[in-house]
């Protein structure tokens, strides 16, 4: 198949020989031998890394042959896709080439100097042996793709490859070096003139004009490239497949170290952040001091606008600013660029920051539109806007200053007042005897009609403007009376997602501050001081399950009901829990039920609902409406006319019960109207439910799994006879919907089923063991993981060929909380946000990470305990998930251009005045046309929003930049070199609110050193944990 190559690897230990060559099947051989042994001589030696030096034998790189005749199309793009990894590879191989001979051995010959070897070293440290990693790669590839058209397998290679500690190892080392390299480069382009002049020419000799900044930041690209590849090389690879394991394999081999590898990026560039802020502090001052003491840690920082606003509202000043979001206070620093920008499209300059305030965070305080009267006390609080020279009591102050967009809510203040003269002239024209032609009610009518739709306007567009204002209430000194002055902040954020984050961490970290979150989780991983706290969820509140404290109910079940409210502001879904509501179930063993209906519009939780059912509810489901297609699909496939086809159900929330019923609640209405009800087929105890589009199962007691079709409204035909499939013996404790087929689990067996025929397809054994019964199952990627009834470990199977995979022992976790006890039982599972939720009869939750695509769910690290539990098993753990509506994240620039330019044409009939205005009518500069019925011809303003005249730069006067910033700032041509994110890179079309729900006896701190009871209560608790916004 080709010529063997030898390669020589130089080590700590001795010189090592390797050969390597085709086999006689399909497989690269490799031989290792030790030659003989000699003392390291160099500091990269001494690091215990491999130097490769492949012999200079030709090997040519490797290239796809002439495509075969009769290939399906699958195999002619994954033939493409194949082509396209290996061109990858050859460019990216040969940019680590040319840092090496362009660049790094230029420099290490140079006489005199232009950059010493220590330098050389940081900036080039570690690319040799990230280029041997890459070297010995393509020679496997070389082999790999001679064979392609006989054996179609790459995914192993990239396993072998890439699983390696020593790749980790060596990427680490490079990424964790990268803004110390970029510093040293930048630091020598200001100072020494012969080194600039060389990186110039370097890059004007090179083809492509690529600098040494874009040729180095390439292997921090390189993992997210290989995914993007191997993701649709796997889309294009059907089921049975032999390189399918082998591709979802390598999906999370590489998944996992891009996350390993990003964290470390965000950690170091923090660090970064962090010792710049110190070095612009006095050492003498106490910021010095909280900063070098190491228990500060960056959330979140971001080049901000700060405004300043006259008492008319008139713009006196705008200045960027960097913000400091840290775990216990927030600091604002002015910026300063110094040195030659002529250098900033070689390398990024780092600006020099110059601390303007600090404070702790439980005194910051955000003020939105409409909650000035509840954020303080406005008797006792005098009110400075910040950079006013004078503060002014609250008794003369203004709101219009301080409400919204200043000079939008002034003009929305003369509309109100006009709109009143205008009432008072139209109750006088209503007194006039007389009849004349453009004096009477029908002119006045339409004149307050009019201001009342310019005033709508006027609100739509102070609403728009506060997306990206962020207001903060700061604590100062105190006056002369001795009553303390507050002064407000006003921060133009660059888009509305970051006015959304930027409220969201502030929200969190003070609930992070809270004693219970001091720490809240312990993490056994020796790198667990890289992990910042936003890593992990914070314990937002515990509460009651139950209303009635008089009956000793015990938990059974729980669902989210996604409900989107339209009441909530808009920095209210910043910091509340998801919306909707929360279904809690459970009751007495052999006597009634209660649901308990929690509305999560809020950031703690209320009950909005509480009724008694006729016994235990022991599991819950919640069934969506169904999609727009679904519904289309639906009515298609029935043959009856559109006149007889009932309208499709709202979302439901259906009760599985001790005494074998099953109920149908309307989630809409919050539980008042239970919509069907039946019993189960021999009145079985109903342990599981799930639904498909076609039914609706319920694991019984006895080993039966009743399928209920749906009817032709949509709803479950429960009055009908299920269809009832024997599973097994025992209980059918737990159910999965996975893709078209549906996984039953009766003792340690699992049955896997067809879901629209019912037909069993495999049962396989979960556990050796036959007591340890499946409980619980859980789907992530391309794989289930599985509890037990009994034993402490976990195992993970593949969804297609249903292989063991992976098991872990969660006991090896728990001792950190609680050492010696080893007897620990999974009692629930969840995954959400590539985290694996574990739940013990301990009342311990473990946290393990597992990668999020749609590669195999292996655990690949030790994860972390929770330090807040509960007093016995934990019952249920589940997710709330509610997504923010795509068009709060827009901006007024992105509603422009998402909208389609309308022709010029008529104004509209008066009788379009009788509809209120539509959002999607509104368009930058053109909000809407008022024609009155007899005014138009009459001298004066007309009374209309006409189109304002364009202004240099195409922006608008409604929203220019005098107008108080209100939108995004002008883009900058250098605006990359100053942190600040351009708008389409901060696109987003939507984000999503998580919390994670726990349910068990009480409430438990594990903490020992902490002052919280180490147990206290024995009623039913809820855990809530809050996650930051996934952005």
Known sequence: MGAWLTMTFRGRRGTWLAVIGPSAGRATQVFIACAFCLPGDSEEEDMGFLEVMVSDMKHPPPELGPMPDGLSPQQVVRRHILGSIVQSERSYVDSLKRILQDYRHPLMEMEPKALSARKCQVVFFRLKEILHCHSMFQIALFSRVAEWDATEKIGDLFVASFSKSMVLDVYSDYVNNFTNAMSVIKKACLTKPVFLEFLKKRQMASSDRVTLYGLMVKPIQRFPQFILLLQDMLKNTPKGHPDRLSLQLALTELETLAEKLNEQKRVADQMAEIQQLTRSVSDRSNLNKLLNSGQHQLLLCETLTETVYGDRGQLIKSKERKVFLLNDMLVCANINFKGQLEISSLVPLGPKYVVKWNTALPQVQVVEVGQENSSYDKDNVVIQNAGAKKHVSSSQSSNKVYLGPPRLFQELQDLQKDLAVVEQITLLISTLHGTYQNLNMTVAQDWCLALQRMMRVKEEEIHSANKCRLRLLLPGKTDKSGRPISFMVVFITPNPLSKISWVNRLHLAKIGLREENQPGWLCPDEDKKSKAPFWCPILACRIPAFSSNALDLQLGAVVHNPVQSSLLGFSAVSTSLPQGYLWVGGGQEGAGGQVEIFSLNRSVPRTVKSFPVASQVLCMEYIPEKSKEEQEQFKAEDSRSAADQPSAPHPTICLGLQDGSILVYGSVDMGTQCLLSCRSPGRQPVLCLKHSPEYLFAGLQNGTLAAYARNNGGLWDLEAQPTCLEVGTGPVQTLLTLDDTVWASCANQVTVLDAATLQAQQTF?????????????????????????????????????????????????????????????????????????????????????????????????????????????????????????????????????????????????PSALDKPPAREMRKKGILLQYRLHSTSHLPGQLLSVKEASPVPGGTALEHSEEDGSIYEMADDPDVWVRSRPCARDAHRKEISSVAIISGGRGYRNFNPSSKLPACSETDSTLLIWQVPLML
């Open 765 to 909: 054994e979960a556990h050796p063991e036959e007591e340890a019964s499946v409980t619980h199952m859980i789907k992530a990627g391309s794989g289930v993981w599985m509890a037990f009834s009994s034993g402490s470990s976990i195992r993970l199977f593949h969804t297609e060929t249903l292989e063991h995979l992976q098991e872990i022992n969660i006991a090896t976790r728990t001792t950190f909380v609680l050492p010696g006890q080893k007897n620990v039982r999974v009692t629930s599972l969840l995954i959400c946000q590539g985290l694996l939720w574990v739940g013990t009869d301990q009342g311990i939750i473990v946290l393990l990470p597992v990668p999020r695509l749609e590669g195999i769910p292996k655990i690949t690290g030790k994860g972390m305990v929770s330090l807040n539990g509960h007093c016995g098993p934990v019952e249920f753990l589940a997710v709330a998930i509610s997504t923010l509506a795509p068009d709060v994240l827009k901006n007024d620039k992105e509603e422009e251009g998402g909208q389609e330019e309308k022709p010029d044409g008529p104004s509209p009939e």
